[in-house]
């Protein structure tokens, strides 16, 4: 521009000094044409320039030049000027087309903006529409899954509806089997505590029984009535024995009640239950609750030496907090049916007192009598009904956690009898007398103990668990059913003290397979009073005769012809301590929630029944003892 600038200067100032010499050279030019007219009409002669034309040509020609050049500049700042406006034009042809080709380009760049926008609604279109076609495969799914399930429900109910109740069968069909190297005239069930000695002839003989009498029907009745959650429960079996059952034909054993019971449970973990259940006693799986319960994997009915049970009437309160997927906390309170097992009383003792009676049929109780010595009627034991002052009373408290289940408790017994109380004594220490008062007196004697349990799963391969009870008076809760209490010199009852546990160890090395191992143990303490002549009496006196509980039986001795016996002959004390281990198999040939269980078992057991030690025994001080190896056998289809 500066350059343009100058040019533009000397172009004004030439312009200006050219319009000044034209006019001076024209009146030069004025004057020589004149002058040459002049001279031209006097004569005609050569001319010759002078200085002055010479230097006026010259300035023609200077100026002529100078003309050129400024032409020429013109020339060139018209190019120049031509040039910039073309320069100028292009740019702004150039501005024009980026402006239309950026609004090309925002045109591009929006119509692509709107075919994403389309390929977006479109591809949100087929999501959609494949959504709705997943939701229409998951429905359709859902639907054919629900009509499956309502028609499996209608064809193959698990339970059964009848008005707001659910009813759920249950039970199994049972074939069974036991042989016991030395005969106790029993079923499947084995009276533990009445292992024969050698000196009883069914003592040298063994014995094989088949029973299906085992075979159990049961009935879940579940509703929800709001607030509360209301179950019952029914089971039953076979193992009754009526006063004409028989082997003889037709083996028609009465219907037994095992189980009958209500419940009332709220959402908060607050129940009743009322009826014939196991007692609090019994090891549970879960908290209190009925029907979660514990049972050694055995096939005898009787189950195994050491464990805590009874199935009785009773009523039982309890409350929880917690869950048991999580971790839960029970503690519950019963009232149970009593009952003063199994009374013992050796030696010189008084016999005017009482603390029960038999049964009467009116009343519903049995009153059939007892096998007595030599198979006699008696009118003892099974058939003798305790006259209960207050019910056994129960208390637990359970922990629970996924892998492990923790209880203990506490059980108060109160036995009462009724005597005409003695006065005086007379006679010997072998022959004593006594002499009574003519007004009946009672007497309650408190008994009870403690009980617990605890069972741990450190894998799903195995548990093992432990349970125990100690008390005095407490017996009757344990398999044996040892002893409850025997007599003082007064006539009132003496608790007798009891222990007894279990160890369990159940294997699951296989789905179908479980194998287990148990442990199990009873004690009696040794209770003696000496009387005023010197008399010992109760459980277990030292001067107890043992001289024939290892004697072979004699000929005409306890043998009636048809009948033998499983008592020994000279061998009168009482249990001291039996034990007993078993082991076994259970293996599950078909396990489906479908068609139902079928199981087969097999368990050996060995028990060892010891006395007290007593006189002309050859194993005092230790006390006779007597031995039982049992095999049992079972093959059961479970209702699924």
Known sequence: MKRYSLMSAALIATTLMATQLPMRAQTMDSTASAQTTKHSKKHVKEHKETAAEIQLREMKETLKAQQDQIDALKSQVSTKSSDVTAAQQTAADAQTQAAAAAASAAQAQAAATAAASKADAVSSSVSSLQSTTTDLTNTTNTVVTSQKKLEGEIEEPATLRFKGVNLTPGGFAAFEGVWRQHSVNSDINTPLNSIPFPSANEGHTSELNFSGRQSRLSLLAVGDAGSYKLSGYYEVDWLGTGTSSNNNQSNSYVLRQRQIWGKGETAGGFAVTGGQMWSLVTEDAKGTDARTEIQPLTIDPQYLVGYSWTRQPGIRIQQRWGDYKTGAFTIAVAAEQAQITNFTASGQIPVDFYFGGIGQNGGLYNAAG?????????????????????????????????????????????????????????????????????????????????????????????????????????????????????????????????????????????????????????????????????????????????????NEPAPGGNNTGAAGTISAATCTSPTRYIQEPMGGLTYRAVDSPKYGRLQYQITYSYIQRNLWSGVGSATTPTGPRATEPMIHVSMRYYIP
């Not at 004594?425 to 008994?447: K, V």
Request: net charge negative; glycine share 12%.
């Open 370 to 550: 007892n096998i007595g010595a030599l198979d006699t009627a008696g009118t003892a034991a099974i058939t003798t009904y305790a006259n209960n002052v207050a019910p056994d009373v129960i208390v637990k408290a359970a922990f629970d956690e996924p892998w492990m289940h923790f209880e203990v408790g506490g059980i108060g017994r109160f036995l009462r009898n009724e005597f005409f109380p003695v006065l005086t004594t007379a006679g010997t220490a072998a022959a004593e007398t006594y002499t009574y008062g003519t007004t009946l007196e009672n007497h309650t004697s408190d008994a009870g103990g403690v009980f617990g349990s605890i069972r741990v799963k450190p894998t799903s391969m195995f548990e093992i668990a432990v349970q125990a009870m100690a008390g005095q008076g407490v017996g009757r809760y344990g398999s044996s059913q040892l002893a409850d209490a025997t007599l003082r010199p007064d006539e009132t009852l003496e608790p007798i003290r009891n222990y007894h546990g279990l160890f369990s160890f159940v294997a699951h090395p296989a789905k179908k397979l479980d194998a287990y191992f148990y442990y199990g143990g009873e004690y009696a303490q040794r209770t003696v009073y000496t009387t005023g002549e010197g008399a010992l009496i109760g459980y277990g006196p030292r001067n107890l005769s043992d001289a024939g509980c290892y």
